[in-house]
């Protein structure tokens, strides 16, 4: 927060953040059309079959993510317990032990956050034996190297050097939205298109969804 001069909040400003959230919507839409275009269908049909159990009906799921990347990987692990998986995040004081033939997902857009790379580290290891899904915008990172099955989703490359509305858009730095919000927007959508084909696969309604949702 600058405290060297006022901040001005002028009348546009609404229509300014809702022309970033439509810009935002953009290139979600965007980053759809290139992972459909770079033939990714075989991967997600792989992940699927990974989170449905190829590998035996008693596995568990675990997420695990650092920062906004996090939030991702909790609310995904979330919905899948909502639709019946036995799913957990990793870090969580109740979580179990991974085991072999469990599934991790793993979602970071660097591929190379350090608390990330040492718990996958741990659970790929001939001690555990589990098998690991990365979702990263980094398909040449460390997380991808050491992955089973890499989902490439479209991040932003580079920092915007400004803060200043009409410098971003005559130099078309698009979109409008700091650090790694880009992958992280993505990697929201593409979880919940997860859970939506999920939920038809194993015919389960919303009504049975909300019966293991907390209740208030």
């Known amino acids: 927060m600058r405290k060297e001069e006022e901040i001005e909040i ?23 059309n290139r992972i459909r275009q770079e033939g990714t269908q075989d991967q997600i049909k792989k992940m699927i079959e990974m ?9 568990k799921i675990f997420t695990v993510g650092e920062g906004r990347s996090g939030f991702v990987a909790k609310a995904f692990a979330m919905r899948l317990m909502h639709l019946g998986f036995n799913a957990f995040v990793i870090g969580e004081t109740t979580t179990p032990g991974v085991e ?8 970071s857009g660097s591929g190379t956050t350090k608390t ?37 989703l479209p991040g932003r490359k580079g920092l915007i050097p400004t803060h200043n509305y009409l410098e971003k858009t005559l130099k078309r730095s698009f979109p409008q939205v700091p650090l790694g919000t880009v992958f992280e927007t993505n990697a929201g959508i593409f979880c919940d298109g997860v859970i939506s084909e ?19």
């Open 51 to 59: 989170i449905m159990g190829i590998y035996g009906t008693n596995h």
């Open 198 to 216: 999920l939920m038809s696969l194993t015919r389960t309604t919303e009504e049975k969804m909300q019966r293991r949702h907390a209740k208030k």
């Open 116 to 152: 990330v790379i040492a718990a996958c580290q741990i659970v790929i290891s001939e001690e555990v034996g589990a098998k690991l899904i990365a979702i990263t915008s980094k398909k040449d990172s460390t997380l991808a190297r050491i992955a089973d099955l890499v989902i490439d």
């Open 10 to 32: 002028d009348n546009d400003i609404g229509e300014r953040i809702i022309s970033h959230a439509e810009k935002i919507a953009d290139l979600v839409r965007e980053s759809a």
């Open 100 to 107: 072999q033939g469990d599934v991790v997902i793993a979602i």
